[in-house]
């Protein structure tokens, strides 16, 4: 008899190769429920070796989701940059919300010693981040915690947010194209962010300029104008011309050597 860990490796062998695989058939294979299979599915989800769909069907990525550690390291300079700006546009009194992600994790690190404000996130890295900051009031949504992406995700992280609204939201995103909008991992992330976009009064997606135009997973989210992307200055043009085009605002922010000779510039001028 195959044991669970034998049949969750056979799955996503299978899954990696025929790329779609229903629950019903997984289960006629392996002679087990579908709740089994279910569960499963949730785990490697969890583990990030697989991307949800609609429909019932799973569609299982040959990208698997990177961990947040491993995220950190990614394009390290244009991440600070992009958290940089992003952190620039808060202002006393306002409350905002951050999503998961290293990239909004970095905004969570540049928010640090701002006073007067109310930060809302789903992220254990940015509670962690801002949990002994004075002059921040966090307040965490829970539901059920994703590992690979250390966040809280699901219904009861849903319901928590119809019961607020903020002056800024920042969206990270695994990869973002301007027709289909953010890419992610998981379906109840994306259900996540789109409630995270429709609280916002001003809506930011931090994506750096390898993401854009990438479909690395099969969940979308799809935002409601306006909305705006702040990326680096790396962007390929004819990404951004896309984005621009489809009515999205962008901002492509300098790094941080630039960002310095372009201040010393305004300075001598």
Request: net charge negative.
């Amino acid at each position: 008899m195959t044991t669970a860990k034998a049949r969750r490796e056979e799955i996503y062998q299978l899954a990696t190769t025929a790329g779609l695989t229903s629950v019903d058939e997984l289960a006629q294979r392996f002679q087990v429920t579908a709740s089994t299979i279910r569960r499963d599915l949730a785990l490697l989800n969890d583990q990030g070796k697989l991307a949800r769909t609609y429909g019932g069907a799973l569609a299982i990525g040959t990208h698997p989701e990177a961990s947040l550690r491993q995220r950190l390291g990614e394009a390290y300079e244009e991440k600070q940059a992009i958290a940089r700006w992003s952190a620039a546009q808060v202002q006393p009194g306002e409350s905002i919300l951050l999503d998961g992600g290293s990239t909004v994790g970095a905004v969570a690190h540049a928010l640090r010693g701002h006073t007067n404000l109310t930060v809302t996130t789903p992220a254990l890295n940015t509670v962690q981040e801002l949990a002994d900051s004075p002059g921040i009031q966090v307040d965490c949504l829970g539901g059920r915690f994703r590992s690979v992406s250390q966040t809280f995700v699901g219904p009861l992280a849903e319901a928590a947010l119809e019961r607020v609204t903020f002056d800024r939201v920042f969206l990270g995103a695994d990869a973002v194209t301007a027709d289909d909008g953010i890419c992610e991992a998981d379906q109840a992330q994306t259900r996540l962010k789109e409630l995270m976009a429709r609280r916002g009064t001003t809506v930011y997606v931090l994506a750096d300029s390898s993401k854009l135009g990438q479909r690395p997973f099969h969940a979308w989210v799809r935002l409601p104008l306006p909305w705006t992307l702040v990326t680096d200055e790396a962007a390929d043009p004819r990404q951004i011309d896309l984005f621009r085009n489809a009515g999205i605002h962008v901002q492509t922010v300098p790094l941080e050597d630039r960002l310095a000779d372009n201040l010393a510039v305004e300075q001598a001028s």
